[in-house]
Every structure is written in structure tokens, then in C-alpha cells.
């Protein structure tokens, strides 16, 4: 039976192919589209390249001056943040709007403490407010260096599996994401999101106006549980936190269009 996510975004993917781009030694994938609008930086989650982003992408183009990235295959997050603004100086971005999505979420956050000056807003969802919480939880409380790549994409099929079984409604989601991992991102790519948030450094301080920032989260997200939700808002203040009653940890999936809408008014203010 085939699904429509995996069939949708293969669409996008053939029409609009991710260009591989080096950036100080670490090759990144890279979505550049639209020409005018405000700038929006799209930062995936661990599951997800660039394109997991499609449905917005491909509504919002038109509105805004969108750049989707794929984290490379090494590099700490430091040195990822400092790839992202490289990237956006290529494509004519001097700050723009971060969206990060879970582990994208703590990029995004760390991004707009250590280099304000290149984000003009910041919208951090389904995310940590801390690294050191991950450490305890498999396939973190392992050394990721030494664990076989089939192994911990082997994990991730198991969760998905357990997700599906559990909700069944999410059955469709969850197997797009395990073609995600088995089928584009692989092994070496999933080790090196993990490695990078293991042992990402602590988020300093946001100092962008409180009505620069906001949140979005989801009311049944198994994998951010409440009083992380909590202190993702209590640290960063935002003006508005959009919450899902569902969507899980994948509202731009489950509630496409109505994400798109809220990333879409979030952008008319970057306008102002």
C-alpha cells in the first residue's frame, strides 16, 4: 500500500533536488528557493532532511526566500551554526526567520544566543531547553562512536514500529519516517545528529526582543513531555507559543497546512 507522504515528497524532491554543498570541509544538503520575501532558514529534526519540510516549502516559495538545509555527516554544532550563517551569507540572507524542529530546535536556539545578528526571529519547536537531559535515554547513554550504523538505524525502525502499534492514527507518518532513515539519511548521518546533540554545549541566554521568538509544541509529543515543554517556554519567553492538541512530534506532518499558515503570519511580522 503506498503512502501519500513518502509519494508527495518524492514528487517535491524530483522537481526540486537538494543540492550538495561543501561548507568549511562538512558537505551539507541544501534547498535554496524563491527570490524575494522575507528569509527563512528550515532546520530538521533528527529523522528528517531539508525536504521533510516540503509542504511549507513548497507553499511558502512564493512568499518568502526559503533555505531548507541537511546536516553533513560530521562537525560539533557549534561548527554547524557557523556552517548555517556561511550558507545564508551564500544565498544573500543577512538575517532570516530559523524554524528548527527537535534537534533543529537546539540549533536554532544556540544560533540565535552565539550569532544574534543573523537570525531576525526565532521559532524553536518540538525541542530541549537542555543537551544534558539525553545522555540517560537510549541511543544516547551509549558511545556513539563504537555502536554499528545498522544498529542504531535499527533502533530507530524498533520506535517507530512501537509508535505505529501504539497509535495506530500515526502509522503513516511513522513509516514515512522509517523510509526517511532507511532509505536517505542512513547510519553515518543518524550518528553524527546524535553525536551532535550528546555532547551539544549548553544553551547560553536568547537576548532577541521577546517579540522575536516563538515556540510551538504538541500536546501528545511522546518524545518532549511536559515539563520539558515547560521549560522550553519558561527559558525563552516567548510572544506567542503555538500548541497542537496532536500532531505528536511531527506537527508539520500531521497539521501541514495549518503549520504552514502559522509559519506564514510568523514571516508577515518579520515584515514589520
Not at 514515512?176 to 532513515?181: R, V, W, Y
Request: charged content about 20%.
Amino acid at each position: 500500500m503506498s503512502n501519500p507522504l513518502i509519494t508527495a515528497r518524492d514528487a517535491f524532491a524530483v522537481q526540486y533536488p537538494e543540492q550538495r554543498i561543501p561548507v568549511n570541509g562538512r558537505e551539507w544538503g541544501v534547498l535554496s528557493l524563491g527570490g524575494s520575501g522575507p528569509a527563512l532558514v528550515l532546520l530538521p529534526g533528527t529523522l528528517g532532511r531539508g525536504d521533510i519540510f516540503w509542504q511549507q516549502v513548497e507553499a511558502l516559495k512564493d512568499r518568502a526566500r526559503v533555505l531548507a538545509l541537511t546536516y553533513p555527516v560530521d562537525g560539533s554544532l557549534d561548527d554547524w551554526c557557523g556552517d548555517i550563517c556561511a550558507l545564508m551569507t551564500a544565498s544573500g540572507m543577512e538575517r532570516a526567520t530559523v524554524l528548527g524542529s527537535s534537534l533543529g530546535g537546539y540549533i536554532a536556539q544556540y544560533l540565535a544566543a552565539t550569532r544574534p545578528e543573523r537570525v531576525a526571529q526565532l521559532v524553536a519547536a518540538n525541542t530541549l531547553h537542555s543537551a544534558a537531559m539525553v545522555a540517560q535515554f537510549p541511543p544516547y547513554d551509549s558511545d556513539l562512536d563504537a555502536v554499528p550504523a545498522a544498529a542504531l538505524v535499527q533502533g530507530v525502525i524498533g520506535s517507530m514500529e512501537a509508535w505505529a502499534g501504539e497509535e495506530p492514527e500515526q502509522a503513516e507518518v511513522a513509516d514515512f519516517l522509517t523510509a526517511e532513515i532507511t532509505k536517505r539519511i542512513g547510519g553515518e548521518e543518524l550518528r553524527a545528529r546524535l553525536k551532535a546533540l550528546k555532547h551539544a554545549p549548553e544553551l547560553p541566554g536568547v537576548s532577541l526582543p521577546r517579540s522575536r521568538v516563538f515556540t510551538v509544541e504538541s500536546g501528545d509529543d511522546r518524545l518532549i513531555p511536559p515539563p520539558v515543554r515547560d521549560a522550553v517556554r519558561g527559558r525563552l519567553d516567548p510572544v506567542e507559543a503555538v500548541a497542537y492538541d496532536t500532531g505528536s512530534h511531527f506537527p508539520y506532518l500531521v497539521h501541514a497546512a495549518d503549520y504552514t499558515e502559522m509559519l506564514a503570519g510568523i514571516l508577515e511580522k518579520d515584515a514589520i
